[in-house]
């Protein structure tokens, strides 16, 4: 089992490649592995929302993950999205999955139901007593339709079967409170691309990215700066980057990613119904942008 120091750094959330036919694109996800593993990531996220999971069912998911263990071969520690409205259907999960190769779950806060913050932690606890892996939570209010505080994370914190946060709500104060009075031990995670330097400013341990797909080695080396203390070249870089990031998300997730690493050569741009690949014209806003970044040598 690993421990929470694993995850420090860059992590990446993995598309989920698909050929035309909307059939999963293995080949494709090998290419995309071998790219993040050579581009500097520190690990792999697979199957979280960017791997559109919701589409994918049970044998696909395993499918998935056994593709990325073993063309990974060991070289990166691997966390598995393992989330969802229904704790008992996760609960189960857990006997039947093959979690060979990985090192921890992620595990989004329940979505629709929008539990109380009791309700968070009984949901939980429920899975961090029953996981034979470490849990990482993960805060997405824009998705879940609920928040999840800093007391409710702090509490969660404090079991010996839950290493880290993924804290995607946008929201510094609550990030803020989250570091001044979590465990010594547990990582707080940016969520959101746009804000790893000030994330890691107050204190953070890094990210699970979403341009990480595209541009490993320079989206990891602004978490690297941050370590070091080296928040001037950090912003370098993070300037060079952050209006590309906001392209990404101005027609959803995962379409504009696909897009780029469609245009970077990675894969085809497919995605799975209900999405549906981006514009034209935002596919052509994204090649311009693919182009002034790589001629920019940001790393």
Same mark, same amino acid.
């Given at each position: 089992?690993s421990?929470?120091?694993?995850?420090?750094?860059t992590?990446?959330?993995?598309?989920?490649?698909?050929?035309?036919?909307s059939?999963v694109?293995?080949?494709?996800?090998?290419?995309?592995?071998?790219?993040?593993v050579?581009?500097?990531?520190?690990?792999?996220?697979?199957?979280?929302?960017?791997?559109?999971s919701?589409?994918?069912?049970?044998?696909?998911?395993q499918?998935?993950?056994?593709?990325?263990?073993?063309k990974?071969?060991?070289?990166?520690?691997?966390?598995?999205?393992h989330?969802?409205?229904?704790t008992?259907?996760?609960?189960?999960?857990?006997?039947?999955?093959?979690?060979?190769?990985?090192?921890?779950?992620?595990?989004a806060?329940?979505?629709y139901?929008?539990?109380?913050?009791?309700?968070?932690?009984a949901?939980?606890?429920?899975?961090?007593?029953?996981?034979?892996?470490?849990?990482?939570?993960?805060?997405?209010?824009?998705?879940? *339709? +609920?928040?999840?505080? @800093?007391?409710?994370?702090?509490?969660?914190?404090?079991? /010996?079967?839950v290493?880290? &946060?993924?804290?995607?709500?946008?929201?510094?104060?609550?990030?803020g409170?989250v570091?001044?009075?979590?465990p010594?031990?547990?990582?707080v995670?940016?969520g959101d691309?746009?804000?790893?330097?000030?994330h890691?400013?107050?204190?953070?341990?890094?990210?699970i990215?979403?341009?990480?797909?595209?541009?490993p080695?320079?989206?990891?080396?602004i978490?690297?700066?941050?370590?070091?203390?080296?928040?001037?070249?950090?912003?370098?870089?993070?300037?060079?980057?952050?209006?590309?990031?906001?392209?990404?998300?101005?027609?959803?997730?995962?379409?504009?990613?696909?897009?780029?690493?469609?245009?970077?050569?990675?894969?085809?741009?497919?995605l799975?119904?209900?999405?549906?690949?981006? *514009? +034209?014209?935002?596919? @052509?806003k994204?090649?311009?942008?693919?182009?002034?970044? /790589?001629?920019?040598n940001? &790393?």
């Amino acid at each position: 089992m690993s421990t929470s120091k694993d995850f420090r750094g860059t992590g990446v959330a993995m598309v989920t490649p698909f050929k035309k036919d909307s059939s999963v694109d293995f080949v494709a996800l090998e290419k995309l592995t071998d790219h993040l593993v050579v581009g500097g990531v520190d690990y792999l996220v697979v199957q979280g929302t960017t791997g559109e999971s919701a589409t994918l069912n049970d044998s696909e998911k395993q499918e998935v993950l056994d593709c990325v263990v073993a063309k990974n071969a060991g070289r990166l520690p691997i966390v598995f999205g393992h989330g969802g409205n229904n704790t008992q259907a996760l609960l189960d999960g857990f006997k039947t999955m093959n979690l060979n190769g990985v090192d921890a779950i992620l595990s989004a806060s329940p979505y629709y139901n929008k539990p109380t913050q009791a309700g968070i932690v009984a949901h939980f606890t429920a899975l961090a007593d029953a996981s034979p892996l470490p849990i990482i939570l993960y805060n997405v209010p824009g998705r879940t *339709s +609920s928040n999840m505080s @800093a007391e409710t994370t702090i509490k969660l914190a404090g079991h /010996k079967n839950v290493i880290a &946060v993924k804290e995607a709500s946008g929201n510094l104060d609550q990030v803020g409170q989250v570091i001044k009075h979590k465990p010594g031990k547990f990582l707080v995670l940016s969520g959101d691309d746009p804000l790893i330097v000030p994330h890691m400013a107050l204190g953070g341990d890094g990210i699970i990215s979403v341009i990480a797909n595209a541009f490993p080695a320079e989206f990891s080396a602004i978490a690297k700066l941050c370590f070091q203390g080296d928040y001037n070249k950090a912003r370098v870089i993070h300037y060079a980057l952050v209006d590309f990031i906001y392209m990404l998300f101005e027609e959803g997730n995962p379409g504009g990613i696909k897009a780029a690493l469609s245009i970077l050569g990675v894969m085809d741009d497919h995605l799975r119904l209900p999405l549906v690949p981006v *514009s +034209s014209a935002l596919k @052509a806003k994204l090649e311009k942008a693919i182009v002034e970044i /790589k001629s920019a040598n940001l &790393v």
